[in-house]
DNA sequence: TTTAGGG
DNA sequence: CCCTAAA
């Protein structure tokens, strides 16, 4: 997490590719925590009757995280400044802690969509050393910490290092670590869930270690296992080759322990995830679904706030995301790009007579239009006629990301580089690897050549397209 | 808000 | 794709 950032979002950021994360109270008691993460549809890992708490610890530079069952949904962020003090701080982990008093609890990943390419995702932008998660009972106080009934989503870590401690984890923790729960999609995802663990915790000297301990007293050093720390992901969702019957698992090793040098996922699939980040469009560009509407960095604006009052914390946020929520997909997508750290979002402001001027440094990202897009719109222009781009926009390309605006452009820009006189057109043929089928140039040249029809204004106008349009069903020739 | 144009 | 005027 950067110090000029929104907290919670960013913490958000550092889960992996998860760009977002958020607890949502529902109406019926059931919450549900989510996660949007790289990929065009959020799932949520729900059946959770009980609220997700989320604060910062000052003093260990870390966040804790915890869930009570009776709470206002609220987000706890509190004593930022020893965060923000601390220079050398580039990054807040993040842990995430779920608790439950529920016997056989367990998370019910849902997903709302097939995430085909839902590689290992990796925690690759992680200061070490700054990590602390400790659960916190239903039952006991919120001061208090120790559970009877936990479960702890757990890093997978790449270490073979970890499978030796494992061992040692195993004997430590027994029978105790005993979920692996699979999802029932067929995606055959499956999120770690190591039960009773008392608490995780990454070690802020030298040892550069994580410690998982699997009853909490004081004295940590009776209970607490320790194995090398190698940037692992928090939240480990990651996909297996079959589903599995992978009920429970009370083998320690049977969870997470992988060896670098014999994974699949190994650097090309972190440069690969990485720049399919870096590449992808803003998620509120691609369509308005609903996962995307809680967007806590919209409050990014005003970080220095969070820096000057203390209790801002709690209901500021809260009125923050719930404004978020009801912001509606705005072209603000640069500040959401917080992919790159060095890349910061400044609006360019200049200066002339006296007045000012303000325009996005960056503009979207170019998304080269696909044939299937080039058909719809030579359709939608078949269909609609010049003119009524929303009426093609909201035909054709109704759940995708182009605008009514950019799909004028496109179809200016195929007349103009299809329906030109063939003198200039020389050699066309030389990148032929994106040139269109000769079908729909043809197409595009008869729409274009249609003789310009008044161009009523408004659905009002006069489509004298169907006359043009040999193509039109005859219930639209009216 | 939507379109048309210019860049 | 962006920006702006105009409808």
Redesign the pocket.
Known sequence: VKKDEHYIADLAYGSSDARHMWAESKEDQASALYFDANFEDAFKIDDISSVFHYELLAKNGGLNSYMTEEGKGEILCSDFDGILNEDKLTNIPLAVSISHASEDHYLDVDFDKKVPDLDCKFYDELSVGNLRSEIHSPETSNEEVGVSESSVLVPRCFNDQFGKTAKEMHGDLGSKCRYQMPVEDNMGLKCSLVSDVKYVQATNDDRNTLEIGSSFNDDRDNTHVSFPYVKPPYISIYTHDEVGSASQCTDVDDFCVEDPSTDSCAETKITRARQRRLCR?PQRYLDGTSSLKLRLHNAKKHPSSLLEDKDLGVRSLKKHSRKALEVKAS?T?ASDMELDSDEEYEPVESSFNGRK?K??D????????TLDEVVALVDGMSKFG??????V?KTFFLSS??T???I???W??LVKTNCRSSKGKKDDQRNNSHVLPNPVIERVRELASAPPVL?G??RGGRKLSALKCPDMPPYLAE
């Not at 010049?386 to 009426?391: D, E, F, L, R």
């Open positions: 469009p072209k997508w001027f325009r996005n960056r503009r979207k990202s170019c998304q080269p239009w010049p003119g009524q781009w929303t009426a926009k990301r182009r009514a605006t950019d004028r452009d496109k200016r820009n161009r204004r408004g």
